[in-house]
């Protein structure tokens, strides 16, 4: 072995040399040889091995379980989304040059169908304005002629309800409510992933799923028979194209189909109720029933207006019910939820666009109109995911300076208490590689089995965590860490307590023989001296180039700070965020490092007073003479401090967010819709109540839309122009 007086000692001739004469086998045995001391020395300091064990192992469990959660977060967006919106990509409905509410899904099933892409979809008709009537007369059940035309009780003819349409089903039936009715393919949304929390099954012809809160108030059970009165101008329209339509003209001079015969009164069993839809509608959504689109049109046939024509009646036995389909929902081929998990919005939006842009090509650019809802809510909620990766971003960046000064203290500690023991292994013939390696060796004991335990429970959480958002979302989301977590879990465990080494092996090779060999010599001075010459000062270089930074940084700021508001760049907004933040969580640390003077002393005399006056001098001189140590110590709790209270702010403050925007898009805390329609003069009753409860502080309303005015002609006068707006009609 070369002496460490040789010529070559320190020069990188000897470094050379000793590594070119390295053989795998003398590798092995240095290794060997350098854990059976960092062993020992474990076993002397058992604290800081633990200590040092659980802050590595801490840190990587929580970077590779955040990074692994953050990665299927879009996962959970997603399903914010469809609990608004349903469980579907894209909705299809007609439009552009089709002047009809409907259009043909049989036909464009037989393309649809035949392309591996858009043959995930199911069609839907929707009776928006239906009415549920129960506990009616048998008569009633029995013929279903009376259900359109007869006399009342009382002799007079059927008043037909507040339509005016539905006959005498309101004279003969105790209770009534409205309801939205949707006619659907049970089979077609199975397979595509429609209502992937639905539990009843599905419905045979002839019965009814309703909501709790359409039986209640009903009155009804299960088994219990039912008449629900569609209005179905636009889907008779769509099912009988090639007949001629029974007409009737408006006081304003418009032809629709007359509205007596467009309207269906069918009979039902209800077959089950349901709180929630199970994912096939949005989860606001209320006073819904679903039955089966299939057989619909032989129903209809044999329950329709008794003076409907021979003709008509026929060409709707003919007809199927998706002849006249009210939507169309399209959902990418399974797993569609891959498509949602990137990071990057721009991805999800080409997936999700692209396919929509696939499904209207196919059907045809001028006969249908497509919207993609779940991936606009998506977009509201992106600045959040954004948000969420700057927090990760500044909890890797806190956790690698506490993990950093931690392992380098602990080491620094290690080798000051050993100075001696280090000094005879080096007069005993170890070189300078060979103190490296045992540093870096004893760092390692403690940074490997920690970063393997750490890997394998965040491993374990993950599961669990993936496992519930399985549950949550009814996904098959994968379980185990990502390749990104394991990879950062990695960068924090095994290179972080690499770095930290770095300064602990400076000093143990800074400190000479003859210092290391005196044990009489404390290792901690109490006084430093140092001797600066006037001819020989220089400028500081530490000021200047501190000076040049935060200059830098400075006009940076005043330049790109403006560029990302005028472009809208999220991205770039958020990366000067973290770096104002990082600033500011710097700033306050430098600020308690300034008082660490003043409050050791404020300790020392609030805790110590009862002590005899020198008691307090001696502990105030081991503080000064520890006090670069200290400062360490000093460093991590105020950096913890900080951290953990910036993420507690600032995660309740984006949680209040969240919330504000979930209430401003509702409108307030509380939202009552009306199944019948409330008179103008009522409100002002309901008004009066809401002042009267301390609990309101105030009460607004809005009207019923437009789209509720069945055949009926609606006038606006603008100040240039009068339009005349009619709203679902059917026009020959």
Same mark, same amino acid.
């Given at each position: 072995m070369n002496s460490l007086h040789s010529k070559d000692a320190f020069g990188k001739s000897y470094y050379w040399n000793y590594f070119k004469a390295l053989t795998p086998r003398k590798v092995a045995a240095l290794i060997w040889h350098d854990l059976g001391i960092a062993t020992k020395e474990l076993r002397r300091s058992k604290c800081n091995f633990v200590l040092g064990f659980i802050a590595c192992l801490l840190?990587?469990?929580?970077?590779? #379980?955040?990074?692994?959660?953050? +990665?299927?977060?879009?996962? =959970?967006?997603?399903?914010?989304?469809?609990?608004?919106?349903?469980? =579907?990509? #894209?909705s299809i409905s007609a439009g552009g040059f089709v002047n009809s509410d409907a259009f043909n899904f049989t036909a464009a099933s037989q393309v649809l169908d035949q392309n591996e892409d858009t043959k995930y979809s199911s069609p839907r008709l929707v009776f928006e304005e239906a009415t549920g009537y129960a506990s009616c007369t048998e008569e009633i059940y029995a013929n279903s002629s009376r259900r359109y035309v007869g006399l009342s009780p009382g002799g007079l003819p059927c008043s037909g309800g507040a339509r005016g349409t539905d006959g005498c089903l309101p004279d003969y039936c105790s209770s009534t409510t409205s309801l939205t009715l949707y006619a659907i393919d049970f089979d077609r949304e199975e397979f595509m992933g429609l209502g992937r929390s639905w539990a009843l099954g599905k419905a045979k012809p002839g019965e009814i799923y309703l909501q709790s809160s359409v039986a209640s108030e009903l009155g009804i059970d299960i088994g219990a028979k039912l008449v629900v009165a569609l209005r179905a101008g636009e889907t008779l329209a769509g099912w009988v194209t090639n007949a001629s339509l029974p007409v009737w003209e408006t006081s304003q001079g418009k032809k629709i189909i007359a509205p007596d015969l467009a309207t269906f009164s069918l009979q039902f069993t209800l077959a089950g109720v349901f709180e929630e839809s199970g994912g096939k509608t949005p989860l606001l959504e209320r006073q819904i029933g679903f039955i089966s689109h299939e057989d619909l049109t032989a129903l209809v046939y044999q329950q329709m207006h008794p003076q409907t024509p021979e003709l008509l009646r026929n060409a709707v036995r003919a007809a199927k019910a998706t002849d006249a389909t009210s939507i169309a929902y399209f959902n990418m081929k399974p797993p569609r939820f891959t498509a949602y998990t990137s990071s990057n919005f721009v991805d999800i939006q080409d997936s999700v666009v692209g396919f929509s842009t696939t499904v209207i090509r196919t059907l045809g650019y001028g006969n249908v109109n497509g919207d993609v809802p779940v991936l606009r809510r998506i977009l509201s909620l992106r600045i959040f995911n954004l948000f969420l990766g700057l927090i990760l971003a500044i909890i890797l960046v806190v956790l690698c300076l506490l993990l950093g000064v931690l392992i380098y203290s602990l080491l620094l500690i290690s080798v000051e208490t050993r100075t001696f023991d280090l000094g005879v292994l080096r007069m005993s013939g170890l070189s300078r590689p060979g103190l490296v390696r045992l540093i870096l060796v004893q760092a390692a004991v403690t940074s490997i089995p920690a970063w393997i335990m750490g890997l394998i429970f965040a491993s374990v959480v993950t599961s669990a965590l993936l496992n519930a958002l399985s549950s949550i979302t009814n996904t098959n989301v994968p379980a185990g860490l990502s390749p990104a977590a394991v990879g950062w879990a990695t960068l924090i465990g095994l290179a972080v307590p690499a770095l930290a080494s770095i300064s602990p092996v400076l000093t143990a090779l800074g400190t000479s023989m003859a210092k290391a060999l005196d044990t009489k010599r404390s290792a901690a001075p109490a006084i430093k001296y140092t001797y600066e010459r006037s001819q020989n000062t220089k400028a500081p270089k530490a000021v200047i180039a501190g000076g040049s930074f935060f200059s830098i940084l400075g006009?940076?700021?005043?330049?790109? =700070?403006?560029?990302?508001?005028?472009?809208?760049?999220?991205?770039?907004?958020?990366?000067? =965020?973290?770096?104002?933040? /990082?600033?500011?969580?710097?700033?306050? #640390?430098?600020?308690?490092?300034?008082?660490? @003077?003043?409050?050791?002393?404020?300790?020392?005399?609030?805790?110590?007073?009862?002590?005899?006056? +020198? @008691?307090?001098? #001696?502990? /105030?001189?081991?503080?000064?003479?520890?006090? /670069?140590?200290?400062?360490?110590?000093?460093? /991590?709790?105020s950096l913890s401090i900080a951290f953990i209270v910036f993420i507690a702010v600032t995660f309740s403050i984006q949680i209040k967010s969240l919330e504000f925007q979930e209430q401003k898009e509702q409108g307030s805390l509380l939202r009552a819709n009306f199944g019948e329609y409330v008179p103008l003069s009522q409100l002002k009753l309901l008004s009066d109540w809401a002042d009267q409860q301390p609990l309101i502080d105030g009460v607004g309303w809005m009207s019923q839309p437009l789209k509720s005015l069945e055949s009926v002609a609606v006038n606006m006068t603008l100040p240039s122009r009068q339009l005349s707006i009619c709203h679902a009609c059917v026009c020959t």
């Open positions: 840190s990587v469990t929580i970077v590779a #379980v955040l990074y692994t959660a953050l +990665s299927f977060t879009p996962i =959970f967006f997603l399903r914010i989304a469809e609990t608004e919106f349903g469980e =579907f990509d #894209v006009i940076l700021l005043y330049i790109l =700070f403006p560029a990302a508001l005028l472009r809208f760049d999220f991205t770039l907004l958020l990366g000067i =965020f973290f770096a104002l933040l /990082m600033g500011i969580l710097a700033g306050l #640390v430098i600020l308690s490092l300034n008082v660490e @003077i003043l409050i050791e002393t404020s300790v020392c005399h609030l805790l110590l007073w009862p002590f005899p006056r +020198s @008691i307090r001098t #001696v502990v /105030m001189k081991n503080l000064v003479t520890h006090r /670069m140590r200290n400062r360490k110590t000093f460093f /991590m709790y």
